[in-house]
């Protein structure tokens, strides 16, 4: 398992949270960090919108 996952399930664990209930933490937090990915990949606002670049000052 990669480090930085196997600290998040520690910190989750630390706090009393059942194995079963930290690892939908971390199957959540992973799904959050994945589709901002993609979004900022794809060039979305995350509402499906294309995201617009701000004028430039002149």
Known sequence: MHPLA???LAGCRAL???TTEAIRALKR???RR?????????GTDGRGALA???PAAA
């Open 52 to 54: 617009r670049e701000a």
């Open 29 to 31: 937090h992973l799904a």
């Open 6 to 8: 196997q600290d998040y």
């Open 16 to 18: 009393g949270d059942p």
């Open 34 to 42: 994945v589709s901002t990915l993609l979004r900022s990949a794809a």
